[in-house]
Nanobody, 125 residues
Framework: VQLQASGGGLVQAGDSLRLSCATA????????VAWFRQAPGAGRNFVAA????????YYGDSVKGRFTLSRNNARNTVYLQMNSLRPEDTAVYYC???????????????????WGQGTQVTVSS
């Protein structure tokens, strides 16, 4: 499954961005989809995920209340709406999908078999 992440950019603190993760000719049905991010010099961290059924959405503690994940099945696209952005949100954001992801490993990179190329988000203070 090929994933295409887009929507990154350079914004100021307090601004918003919406990232998109689209599949190429495939559906997300039956797949959990997640966003991870990697800041310079740091590891890749969990941001948000939607489970395989599309019923459960989970967020990392640092983005709760500011980021919203949603899925449009008709467009085979998952969105990450990011509001009230902070300089510490600066990172490359990656989307990932997996058909074997369960609730207990939603936040684990190893659970996802398919990865997009990443999109840069830079938040200036």
């Amino acid at each position: 499954v090929q994933l295409q992440a887009s929507g990154g950019g350079l914004v100021q603190a307090g601004d918003s961005l919406r990232l998109s993760c689209a599949t190429a000719g495939r559906t997300f049905r039956g797949y959990a989809v997640a966003w991870f991010r990697q800041a310079p010099g740091a590891g890749r961290n969990f941001v948000a995920a939607i489970d395989r059924n599309g019923n459960g959405i989970y967020y990392g503690d640092s983005v709760k209340g500011r980021f919203t994940l949603s899925r449009n099945n008709a467009r085979n696209t998952v969105y990450l709406q990011m509001n009230s952005l902070r300089p510490e949100d600066t990172a490359v954001y990656y989307c990932a999908s997996g058909s074997s992801v369960i609730t207990s490993n939603l936040a684990s990179q190893a659970a996802y078999a398919n990865w997009g190329q990443g999109t840069q988000v830079t938040v200036s203070s």
